[in-house]
């Protein structure tokens, strides 16, 4: 089948959105690392709209840090791919072509960094998950027993982390006279750009004081919320894709209409006019929680509870009037936790939230989100526990996602299914709880991995209780159950 590529663009039927902008004259303004299907379907279609306005500094170089996949999709096309955008009821499709290479890190190190040192580039954009940063969640230092991180600590010649790279190709621009890149975290982490700025600071200092100095007068970090919800693409969508383009597009991504990018406004070079793409503000912190404590939230109780029911995507865990219940219990309780900023009309949010959660056609995997589940459950679930701990109000929605996380550890759903747990400390978690006979002490147990719950919370008796009655709930009557026990105990309480 001909592959989507410069030569097909014209033979694809007119309707359909491409490039408007001659992609030969375009600089690399921008260089991505960990270029997944979610930094396809968000900042490249936001730097494709500038570059279709315009102004033809803001290609992008993509970096993939593991695997070569992403490049084999890509590269046969020129990095053309297209966004297929499916709102349940119609779908569309566009095509994007701000990504100029994809260099595979593994092979490509002097590449990288020559990409990354380059007077073209102005911002490096970073999606490198959760586990990425190399950092204590704790301690918030850099986690030093890390293979890669202890090798990027010994030495920077062959950099193995997304901080090294960062850390070596800064120094490469300040021998050579430039200013640094504007680095944009945009993983869903609180405070993600302080995380990135501190991961790098850290690491520069081990290596050369005085350029740790210069990075932390000269370089910038800016906060930065994404949101866009971005299921991995199937083979499906690719059939679906190929029907309406009439050629193959292998590097193709799915998502929804909604697309957010809310950045602190705080750049050390050049910068393009985002327009209406991007709201640029001094306090991102706020946006950041609610979306991580309400869209975040609610979307890993619904992984782990819907992924026990044996259930594989999110709108068919909604179909399940328990299931919305508790979702909107979650909100309530998260909801209070947080100071909202004064643009966000908090009950708007939740309606377009659920609205955006029942998009039929786009079939979010309950798996996919439940990846993970110890690097994000901190800023989701355990963070609105701790405040609502402190300033009272009941935790039983919240409660009950970290109780369903618990269960999952154990590779096996209500259907008596097994599955992989997909989590760097899944081996840690299942350890464990292996060989403890009560629910009271496999949650103890949990409890007490200080990766994950901070010291506040491993302490409190209230929340080991009302964990331990959630669990033995879901392993006695399954996540159904429990779901219909959560409904239950609010028509008691008369609410
Ligand atoms: C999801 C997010 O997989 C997950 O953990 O909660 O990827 C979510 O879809 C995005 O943050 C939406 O912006």
């Not at 070569?68 to 020129?78: G, Y």
């Not at 404590?293 to 909604?318: C, Q, T, W």
Request: glycine fraction near 6%.
């Amino acid at each position: 089948m001909t592959r989507l590529s410069a030569a097909t663009l014209d033979s694809l039927p007119a309707k359909i959105e491409r490039p408007t902008y001659d992609r030969n004259a375009v600089r690399r303004g921008v260089v991505h690392l960990g270029i997944g299907a979610f930094h396809r379907a968000h900042q490249a279609v936001i730097f494709e709209d500038v570059l279709n306005r315009g102004d033809l500094r803001w290609g992008i170089t993509g970096v993939s840090l593991r695997s070569p996949t992403v490049r084999e999709q890509m590269a046969p096309q020129e990095g053309l791919y297209s966004v297929l955008i499916r709102d349940g009821h119609s779908e569309s499709v566009r095509i994007i072509g701000a990504v100029h290479d994809v260099l595979v890190a593994p092979e490509q190190r002097q590449d990288v960094l020559a990409a990354l040192a380059h007077p073209d580039t102005h911002i490096v954009t970073l999606t490198i998950t959760e586990k990425g940063y190399k950092l204590d969640p704790a301690t918030g230092a850099l986690i030093e027993s890390d293979p890669q991180m202890s090798a990027d600590l010994a030495s920077l010649a062959t950099p193995q982390t997304a901080p090294g790279f960062l850390v070596a190709a800064l120094a490469m621009r300040r021998a050579a006279g430039l200013r640094p890149f504007t680095a944009i975290s945009c993983d869903n982490l609180p405070h993600n750009g302080s995380r990135l700025r501190a991961a790098v600071i850290a690491l520069a200092h081990r290596h050369d004081a005085a350029l740790a100095d210069w990075i932390g007068a000269e370089g910038a970090f800016p906060e930065t919320m994404v949101d866009r919800i971005v299921p991995a693409t199937t083979e499906a969508d690719i059939a679906s894709t190929r029907e309406m383009l009439g050629v193959e597009d292998r590097a193709m991504v799915k998502t929804e209409p909604f697309c957010q990018w809310v950045i602190e406004d705080k750049f050390c070079g050049e910068r393009p006019d985002f327009g209406d793409s991007v709201q640029l503000t001094s306090a991102v912190a706020p946006w950041e929680e609610a979306k991580l404590r309400l869209l975040n939230g609610a979307h890993s109780g619904i992984a782990y509870l819907g992924g026990l029911a044996g259930i594989d995507h999110v709108h068919e865990v909604l179909a399940i009037p328990a299931a919305r219940h508790f979702v909107e219990r979650l909100w309530d309780e998260a909801q209070a936790t947080l100071s909202p900023p004064p643009e966000l009309d908090v009950a708007a949010y939740r309606n377009a939230l659920m609205a955006r959660f029942d998009n039929p056609t786009l079939l979010h995997r309950t798996r996919q989100i439940a990846m993970d589940g110890s690097q994000k459950l901190p800023q989701r679930l355990l963070a609105p526990i701790e405040a609502r701990l402190r300033t009272g109000g009941s935790i039983d929605a919240l409660a009950l996602a970290v109780a369903a996380w618990i269960r999952w550890q154990s590779g096996r759903d209500d259907l008596g299914k097994s599955y992989v747990v997909d989590d760097p400390l899944a081996d840690v978690l299942a350890s464990r709880i292996a060989g403890q006979d009560y629910a009271a002490d496999r949650v103890s147990r949990i409890m007490d991995v200080d990766a994950i719950f901070p010291a506040t919370l491993r302490q409190n008796d209230a929340l080991r209780e009302t964990l331990t009655g959630w669990l033995d709930i879901l392993e006695r009557r399954g996540a159904r159950g429990a779901l219909q026990r959560l409904e239950a105990q609010r028509l008691e309480a008369g609410t």
